[in-house]
């Protein structure tokens, strides 16, 4: 009886945020997604918080490795392109990353960002006004 209490207290400690956590590890695991990509995408979420400075600076870091250069940079520019104008969080977020990166990644993304120009252009006409009917395309989308 003891070990059926003991696990109905762990059952009980354990939050929302706790299971959307191992959910999305679980996901990362069966979409092979590797762990900068893992990075980027809970960077650039629908959180209504922004990515913490100790994930954007490993993100930052990952920049200066070819290999996690190369999976970070496509994640970003995936979440401009891909996305409807209602998860207009996850576009403002990916922004927000690049714009890091470019102040404290490697140079390269410097280069990387001037070669997709033409991607982040298209993002100064975004618009999207929500159900309380608010712009949402006028919190900074360049």
């Known amino acids: 009886m003891d070990r059926l209490e003991s696990l109905g207290n762990q059952l009980s400690q354990i939050t929302l945020y706790d299971i959307k956590t191992m959910y999305n590890q679980a996901k990362n695991i069966v979409l092979n997604v590797s762990e900068m990509e893992a990075k980027v995408r809970e960077a650039t979420n629908e959180d209504p918080w922004g990515a913490s400075s100790t994930l954007m600076q490993e993100i930052a870091q990952g920049t200066f490795n070819f290999q996690n250069f190369n999976e970070i940079m496509p994640c970003i520019y995936s979440r401009f392109m891909e996305k409807e104008a209602s998860q207009w969080r996850q576009i403002y977020k990916a922004l927000q990353l690049?714009?890091?990166?470019?102040?404290?990644?490697?140079?390269?993304?410097?280069?990387?960002?001037?070669?997709?120009?033409?991607?982040?252009?298209?993002?100064?006409?975004?618009?999207?006004?929500?159900?309380?009917?608010?712009?949402?395309?006028?919190?900074?989308?360049?």
């Open 98 to 142: 690049l714009e890091y990166l470019i102040k404290h990644g490697s140079e390269r993304v410097v280069d990387d960002a001037r070669a997709h120009v033409s991607t982040i252009k298209i993002l100064r006409n975004f618009h999207f006004i929500d159900e309380k009917a608010k712009d949402q395309g006028i919190n900074g989308l360049y």
